[in-house]
T-cell receptor, first 114, second 113 residues
């Protein structure tokens, strides 16, 4: 596989459920990101991981919990979400520290909270 | 707080005509990125501009960067239907241990004949 792969592509969950989003990058990058894209707001940066260390938490509610076990994998654990959390969740990776921080995105997970 | 502003947010274009999208940003970054997003799809990288005066062209799209004015433009020449999409510009945000991209709200282009 190549690029950035996200699973699942679609997810419907109740407010009391616990689920996880998975992201895997095959680009050899050292940084990974979670973004949220909703109809009402532009692309919002949620979390940043550089070399497996979380370096940015952009005031995200604690019902979103990221995990980065290695530089190729990134998870977003979800629990007790609200309907307003319904959105497209995009994972991206880049080679931070180089001339360019060009990010490569996965296909996204379309999340619906009911 | 880093701000990235695009205008217009919506652009209805006629086939064959020329248009320009503007991207203003508030930081001193000299790196700017353009992405395209088709409905229901993810973001695809279009251009990476890495210095003042940088100009990149691909087909009917040309992007330029003026870091002194903190302005990038995406120029569309002779619009065609397959350019209909949402276009985002993004700028590096430097944080404690690295960088991440901060995006504008996007400009949705619609091309009609």
């Amino acid at each position: 596989e190549t690029g950035v792969t996200q699973t699942p592509r679609h997810l419907v969950m109740g407010m009391t459920n616990k689920k996880s989003l998975k992201c895997e990058q095959h680009l050899g990058h050292n940084a990974m990101y979670w973004y949220k894209q909703s109809a009402k707001k532009p692309l919002e940066l949620m979390f940043v991981y550089n070399f497996k260390e979380q370096t940015e938490n952009n005031s995200v509610p604690s019902r979103f919990s990221p995990e980065c076990p290695n530089s190729s994998h990134l998870f977003l654990h979800l629990h007790t979400l609200q309907p307003e959390d319904s959105a497209l969740y995009l994972c991206a990776s880049s080679q931070d520290g180089e001339v360019s921080t060009e990010a490569f995105f996965g296909q996204g997970t379309r999340l619906t909270v009911v | 707080e880093l701000k990235v502003e695009q205008n217009p947010l919506f652009l209805s274009m006629q086939e064959g005509k020329n248009y320009t999208i503007y991207c203003n940003y508030s930081t001193t970054s000299d790196r700017l990125y353009w992405y395209r997003q088709d409905p229901g799809k993810s973001l695809e990288s279009l251009f990476v501009l890495l210095s003042n005066g940088a100009v990149k062209q691909e087909g009917r799209l040309m992007a330029s960067l003026d870091t002194k004015a903190r302005l990038s433009t995406l120029h569309i020449t002779a619009a065609v239907h397959d350019l209909s999409a949402t276009y985002f510009c993004a700028v590096d945000m430097i944080h404690q241990a690295g960088t991440a991209l901060i995006f504008g709200k996007g400009t949705t282009l619609s091309v009609s004949s």
